[in-house]
């Protein structure tokens, strides 16, 4: 039985097959209509989501499987002091496949070890965000064609984006990829990153501070929200969350080609003149959640593909 804890426990192999069985669904997603009849997805959702639980949702749903779970810690028994390690031994009588948010880091991994089924990280803490890595890819490898040799600039809040920490950690393994992380000191990309990321790969990479200074050089452009539910001090919040604005004039500054991705929500960053742009794919993000999420189901289920008429088997 194999989990989707962190972006690295899937080989590189793993990894693209799961991206092109996304594609290959997302031109012909009815085909995929009764793959999971039968099955059950939990979503534990300890902390807030629009996108991840919805898609997960949507993913067991297009797939002919049905859906079960919470969407706050307080609509569980957690409120009675439940461990996660209890939860999902329980959940995992009730479904074929776990997907769990929790705001403490190592949650997720912390349920895979007692669940007798799959368990997906949909997000813990400031840590991993592994499924919107996916989606991250597979939107860079349609607007690219590839996902080696690029310079993607990460702007925003580096410090506590989960989602940057995954996909820095996911592109260090194709060839000839650099970095420019943009951010004010205080939410600069964590130290361990640096030291057991990118050094060990020897991946180039720079801090900046200036957006426009940079948007020039770069292949794709990342831009993230400032965390407010990760401050202790509502006081630092307020001075850096507007700190970097993307507007339609700054977008000039960049080539034609580049695509602008965010993993949404967004509240000040982008803003809404930019959404008008063929750069953006923040939105193109989103529907390829769908897909990237029913091939993942697919993949740790082991379904069969009714385009091969094979199980998907991970490696
Ligand atoms: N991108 C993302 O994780 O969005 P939600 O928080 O709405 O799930």
Redesign the pocket.
């Given at each position: 039985m194999r989990h989707l804890i962190d972006p690295m426990d899937f080989t590189d192999k793993e990894t693209l097959m799961v991206l092109d069985l996304a594609d290959r669904i997302a031109a012909n997603p009815s085909q995929y209509s009764h793959v999971a009849e039968g099955k059950k997805l939990a979503t534990l959702f300890y902390e807030?989501?629009?996108?991840?639980?919805l898609s997960f949702e949507s993913a067991m749903l297009s797939l002919g499987g049905t859906t079960l779970g919470f969407s706050g810690a307080d609509q569980s028994s957690a409120t009675k002091g439940e461990t996660v390690a209890d939860t999902a031994r329980v959940v995992s009588c009730y479904a074929d496949i776990i997907a769990m948010r929790h705001p403490k880091e190592g949650a997720p991994l912390r349920a895979s070890m007692f669940s007798r089924v799959p368990v997906i990280n949909a997000?813990d803490g400031g840590h991993n965000?592994p499924t919107?890595t996916l989606i991250d890819l597979m939107t860079i490898r349609q607007r690219k064609n590839r996902l080696d040799h690029l310079t993607i600039g990460f702007c925003g809040d580096l410090k506590f984006g989960r989602?940057v920490h995954s996909l820095v950690n996911s592109l260090v393994r194709y060839p000839d990829n650099q970095f420019y992380f943009i951010s004010p000191e205080e939410l600069r990309i964590p130290d361990y990153l640096i030291e057991d990321t990118l050094k060990p790969t020897a991946t180039p990479y720079q801090e900046v501070t200036s957006l426009e200074d940079t948007l020039p050089k770069l292949d794709v452009l990342y831009m993230t929200r400032v965390q407010k539910e990760r401050f202790f001090n509502e006081e630092d919040y307020i001075r850096l969350k507007g700190i970097y604005t993307l507007t339609a004039d700054k977008l000039q500054l960049a080539s034609n080609n580049m695509p602008v991705l965010h993993?949404?929500?967004r509240v000040d960053e982008i803003s809404i003149d930019v959404d008008m742009d063929k750069r953006a794919a923040y939105f193109d993000q989103v529907q390829n959640g769908v897909y990237v999420r029913m091939a993942l189901i697919m993949a740790l289920l082991g379904l069969t593909d009714p385009q091969t008429g094979k199980e998907v088997a991970l490696c």
């Open positions: 807030p989501s629009t996108r991840t639980r997000g965000h919107q989602t993993p949404l929500p």
